[in-house]
């Protein structure tokens, strides 16, 4: 609950006004700070700062489960409240799937998988649940024009043939899918603001966006260093918040960087095609996921997208129901394919590395 915005928690008059004056705005901005310091940005005696504390605290505080609380709760909503991705070994190392009101990220080089993976998870979401989906509708933030309807329902009639062949079944499954296009990051926070009030009205059970880092790369060329973190901070913490709240999986795609200082490159969509193999060697053991430790720390669930040993991968490189493991997969017409539903064991430092080797995938 870190992440609850302070305008949602219903404060006294005087002390919302006076803590959005501060451009304090979740409940991590008030309670991370020392008294004395919150005492200086809000220009409060200590007993207005108290009484700050103390009401954010009290609505910020998830109320207290036992253990066998969250058991029922998990049988309740049947698989512990999950979006399965049909992919049955990642599906068994994630506790069923996508987790519900938790953050997912999925990060990895251009070209490698990423919006195949968001594609699947939309169709299965809008899916009727005898089918084994939501039955929902689906929130798709699209900042990069990579969404593709007829590729989505080409996935479908590939996967789930005997569902398609139904009159008129795909067409409705692609009116359960709305997407958004924004071109700059004051569209996505005006599209942000509204998320709530469509959520409600209009039964959503997902929400994705692909991707945040293009959208964060475009607002950098413009902000100075000093003022890059908080157009960040703040959509990170109403992306978390709708997570919470409305107990729907969110799915955020992040892109890489070059983590070298000499090499020139920031993006993995930034490689000069030219440089040919050396690049490519270069780029292979130097990669990051954008966006920084902030957003790391924040992600519940980081499935990291890669390529070596001549295969691609899915790996779980953080997640609170599985040990890092990682899935060989390949791109068909029905979407992704894992190769074998056996997870290979990651240990040491490549949990956190981020592989892309050859042109295969840089390429493409």
Known sequence: MANMPISEMRLPPHLAHLLAARRLDTAKDVLSLPEVELMSVLDAGLPTTRAAVAHVSEAACPPCQTALALLEERVRLGGGGRLATTLCGLDEALGGGIPMGKLTEVVGPSGIGKTQFCLKLALLAALPEYYGGLDGRVVYIDTESKFSSRRMIEIGQKSFPQI????????????????????????????????KVTLLQHDVKLLIVDSMAALMSLENEKATAGFRQHPLRWALSFIKSIAEFSRIPVVVTNQVRSQSNDDGYHFSFEVDRKDGNNCAERFDSHLIAALGIQWAH???????????????????AKSPMS???????????????????EGIDVTGPEITSIRCQGQNVLAR
């Open 298 to 316: 924040a992600v519940t669930v980081r499935l990291v997208f890669e390529s070596h040993s001549g295969h691609r991968f899915i790996k779980v």
């Open 323 to 341: 040990p890092a493991v990682a899935f060989p997969f390949v791109v068909e017409s029905s979407g992704i394919t894992l190769l074998s539903d």
């Open 164 to 195: 398609f062949r139904q009159e008129g079944l795909a067409q409705k499954m692609a009116g359960r899918i709305l997407v958004m296009r924004p071109t700059s990051l004051a569209d996505f926070t005006k599209s942000l603001e509204q998320m």
